[in-house]
């Protein structure tokens, strides 16, 4: 049985922030579950996902967060408890129905999980998602603890419902990836099936009734409004004139700082958890009592710009700080030295910073660059396109995915990066307005999520660029998620239907198609080169399972290589692959055969076939 399953009120157990979620949503009855994968939410669904294979809990993979979202949305008006997950940026992509369904609302316990990314650990930006919750209308949570992280579900699933409307649940890295001890509670028997009531005056929004629905929404943020001020996750402690206002993860680096520095007969903290609509009356109460005023949250000054204006409407003109120079930045993840320092410099404490350890007398770590693994597929499709465009200019604008990790020398393949999808929309813009050779890289997961529009747009417009669609079998950034390619029998499970790609390719019009096997360098250099002298929108298919996955299904491994005394050191291998396999001993190039994978990309591109396979009596010895 999945340890998120233990029915035994009571107990505690190690869990990971994550995991937390998913627990307090099986605790609450949540009956429906969506998703696309994102770090760093990718844990929960990862959870959801076994558990659904051990409980009555319906659990997917959907294509992209839109459509999470939306299949979500219709389980929670059909009076099923659902819950959505995704990482910040892919609020974006649900943002459309996000906003509308806060008109509509629903029937049952919806909650839209959105991890936002400080620092950027794995992310292209680091967008403050506390406004979305401004920008919909929506009840927003936000926990500072794992144990809260799972009981604050269970509320914003009752607050939902009190409200009929969905409520947005935010997380940090820090929070998501964060182990701590957790105590369980009584799990709630989902309910699994619902009924749709038909009401499309009230569940259709065309103008004339969206007007009613605004209107609703303006009386549900007041509803809420009333229901934070009195909420247990917004509270107070201490009695002291100097106010530290706080959310989240910075809550606990505050708490920290307070008794470090022995202030705590001096301030007064509000841990803010119920973060919209902010409590206004509890916020002002505290501007009244307090001589200066401290706002500790890591991104935007959301609460900040919140708290200044409910001082000037109280007639208050005590100094309230956050975000400044000499204080907080908007930039990056908070930590608590970082706290401490901000606060004794506010509040005129003395202060010495703890000086770091001296590691003058110690060598040098070295540096490791972000990199593909050894034997990753898409460092042969990489070069095989370099190699097909030699004497070429060319633009490669690139996409989501472990592919991006071909930004670096020698591969040099991502140009230019938005979002998810965005390198086949791009390479249309790029194609019209230059005389640049247009290929454009997006992996098979992320071309379900969003890549098909752009090629659909490439097509109808007739533009001229090549797309090359990196396919290995599995959503493997994120952690070999399925998608809508993958084949699930791989996995053991049955039920699950299959879309080939090439198939889709062409039902879209495109007439240039080739599918190639990366690891088979001369042939796949030459479909490619054909393919980007094609005039007009061309297709290349790269097909071969991502080597970490292979591992983890159990595949059949490939011997391993090694450099043989054949070698002239021309260093072609490393050059121009570097591969993370090779590595330089006595000055001569050797292949770690503990990480080799034996695609054999590196004796291909060996000028004296120099690099072999080890013998099968000494692989096996490995």
């Given amino acids: 049985m999945h340890k998120l399953l233990t029915d035994n009120p009571g107990e505690k157990m190690l869990l990971l922030g994550n995991e937390a979620i998913a627990r307090g949503a099986i605790e609450a009855g949540v009956a429906f579950a969506s998703t696309y994968p994102g770090t760093p939410s990718s844990e929960i669904s990862t959870n959801f996902f076994h558990v659904s294979q051990q409980s009555d809990l319906y659990f997917e993979y959907s294509t992209n967060e839109k459509v999470a979202f939306e299949v979500a949305a219709a389980a929670a008006n059909s009076g099923v408890r659902s819950m959505c997950m995704m990482k910040h940026v892919g609020l974006n992509v649900a943002a459309d129905p996000l906003i509308t369904l806060a008109y509509v609302g629903v029937k049952a316990g919806m909650i839209v999980l959105t991890a936002d990314d400080p620092f950027m650990f794995s992310s292209q930006n680091e967008q403050d998602n506390r406004y979305y919750a401004k920008l919909s209308g929506l009840p927003l949570f936000e926990p500072s603890s794992t144990q809260e992280a799972k009981d604050l579900i269970g509320y914003a699933f009752d607050i939902s419902e009190k409200l009929n409307e969905p409520v947005i649940f935010r997380t940090t890295t820090r929070i998501n990836h964060s182990s701590g001890i957790v105590e369980l509670g009584p799990i709630t028997p989902p309910v699994t099936k619902g009924d749709f009531t038909k009401d499309p005056l009230n569940l259709v929004p065309v103008p004339v009734v969206a007007r009613k629905l605004h209107v609703k929404l303006l009386d549900n943020i007041e509803t809420a409004r009333t229901i934070s001020e009195k909420s247990e996750y917004n509270f107070t402690s201490g009695n002291g004139p100097w106010g530290i206002i706080c959310n989240g993860v910075s809550y606990n680096y505050v708490d920290d700082a307070v008794k470090e520095l022995g202030i705590e007969d001096k301030t007064t903290i509000l841990r803010i958890g119920f973060s919209y609509p902010l409590p206004e009356i509890l916020i002002k109460d505290l501007l009244k009592k307090c001589e200066k005023i401290l706002v500790v949250e890591e991104g935007e000054p959301y609460m900040e710009e919140a708290v200044k204006a409910f001082a000037y409407e109280a007639g208050l003109s005590l100094p309230i700080n956050g975000k400044a120079d000499d204080l907080f930045s908007r930039l990056y993840e908070y930590n608590p030295a970082l706290v401490m320092q901000c606060i004794a410099k506010y509040f005129g404490l003395p202060h010495t910073m703890v000086e770091a350890t001296d590691v003058s007398d110690l060598p040098e770590i070295p540096q490791r660059p972000p990199t593909l693994c050894a034997g990753c597929s898409h460092r042969a499709t990489f070069y095989a396109v370099k190699k097909a465009a030699e004497g070429m200019e060319t633009i490669y604008p690139s996409d989501i995915g472990c592919y991006t990790l071909g930004l670096l020398p020698p591969l040099s393949t ?47 417009n007739n533009h001229n660029y090549t797309l090359v669609i990196l396919d290995n079998g599995t959503t493997a950034m994120t952690g070999h998620q399925p998608h809508p390619g993958v084949d699930m029998t791989k996995l053991n499970l049955d039920g699950y239907g299959r879309i080939a790609i090439e198939p889709v390719v062409r039902a879209l019009g495109v007439s240039h198609i080739t599918t190639i096997k990366p690891y088979k360098v001369k042939k796949s250099i030459d479909a490619i080169k054909e393919a980007i002298l094609y005039d007009g929108v061309s297709v290349v298919i790269s097909e071969e399972i991502c080597a970490l996955y292979a591992k983890a299904i159990k595949e059949k491994q490939r011997r391993p290589f090694h450099v043989t005394d054949k070698c002239k050191d021309h260093k072609n291998c490393l050059m121009e692959l570097a591969c993370p396999a090779f590595y330089i001993w006595n000055n001569r190039v050797k292949i770690d055969e503990a990480l080799c994978t034996g695609c054999a990309v590196c004796a291909q591109v060996c000028p004296e076939n120099a690099i072999l396979p080890v013998k099968k009596e000494q692989a096996s010895v490995k």
């Fill in 414 to 460: 991502a140009d230019f990066l938005i979002c998810m999808g965005s390198s086949v929309g791009t390479a249309c813009g790029f194609s019209k307005v230059t005389d640049k050779k247009v290929i454009a890289f997006i992996g098979d997961s992320t071309f379900f999520h969003s890549g098909i529009p752009g090629l659909v747009n490439a097509v109808f």
